[in-house]
């Protein structure tokens, strides 16, 4: 038995392979797969060229791919579609990145699980059940706090001519970009949320300005207001959060989080681990009987 779970954003995919008894065999990295944006035959064409996956896709018995936006049976078909075609011997299930999230903060205690990388969103989990109380609503209506959130600030205030000068002539030298380099890549390319997101590094160099301690804490009451306040048990129950946003930021974060009288729980940067450890107490022993 060969076991592959992955766990993927909209930017990257961290997928780990394990064997019956969950040793860890290989780990490795793709492209993010979201089926708002990518096809099954782009989830074929990525896997197909990548040297690792191919070493080992006849090898795989199961596959358990948790994902951003595969939040419906169509969605989800999407990438079980391209992921089937790769590993065409396999059981291939694939949840969404909640799901997923929930999965690797589970601490044997009800609680609930925010997303804040890429995008945001999150859910509730009492060890049987993930339910959402609100949707997600992409980058465009929703993700707050997210990296494209912050990207969306930090490039209207740039082409508003509301950047501090010593920012203002940091982001020109590091990026070079142009005013029709920008509306290209968000309206016209592929991927604009990946792009927006981009800029997290940048907004992380500068985090100490006041404008952008503004945002950081715009965003994060955001998301608390929308994300974490919708369950019941928000106040007696930890909060736990994933991705590269509520970790990089979690100072900002566990602020904000105090404020509004929230218990913060475990923030990790990639649930991938705590997906391994879920899958091996949880579903391992199911698959083996």
């Known amino acids: 038995m060969r076991i592959l779970i992955a766990d993927s954003g909209s930017t990257k995919c961290d997928w780990q392979l394990l064997d019956e008894s969950g040793k860890e065999l290989s780990e490795f990295h793709t492209m993010g797969f979201n089926p708002y944006f990518h096809t099954a035959d782009k989830v074929e064409e990525v896997m197909g060229a990548h040297a690792e996956v191919q070493q080992v896709a006849k090898e795989v018995t199961h596959v358990f791919f948790y994902g951003a936006g595969s939040s419906s049976p169509e969605l989800c078909c999407i990438i079980q579609e391209g992921l089937q075609r790769t590993f065409d011997s396999a059981k291939v299930v694939v949840d969404h990145d909640l799901v997923g999230a929930a999965y690797s903060t589970f601490d ?156 913060v729980g475990a923030i990790i940067k990639k649930p991938i681990d705590g997906l391994a450890a879920y899958h091996l107490k949880h579903i391992l022993p199911k698959l083996n009987h």
């Not at 993700?143 to 940091?170: F, N, Q, R, V």
Request: charged share 25%; aromatic share 12%; glycine share 8%.
């Open 108 to 263: 044997d205690r009800p609680g609930v699980t925010c997303i804040i990388g890429t995008g945001s969103n999150s859910c509730h989990f009492d060890g049987e059940a993930v339910h959402e109380e609100v949707p997600a609503l992409a980058y465009i209506l929703g993700d707050e706090a997210s990296g494209s959130w912050h990207g969306k600030k930090l490039l209207a205030a740039k082409l508003y001519h509301k950047l501090p000068a010593d920012i203002d002539s940091d982001f020109d030298e590091t990026y070079g970009y142009s005013k029709s380099d920008i509306i290209d890549k968000v309206y016209r390319e592929a991927d604009p949320n990946v792009f927006l997101a981009s800029f997290m590094t940048f907004i992380a160099k500068h985090k100490t300005d006041a404008l952008f301690q503004s945002w950081l804490k715009e965003g994060f009451k955001a998301f608390v207001d929308v994300h974490v306040k919708c369950f019941d048990g928000w106040k007696t129950e930890p909060v736990h959060f994933i991705g590269s946003v509520a970790y990089h930021f979690q100072e900002e974060l566990k602020a904000v989080c105090e404020e509004e009288g929230i218990t």
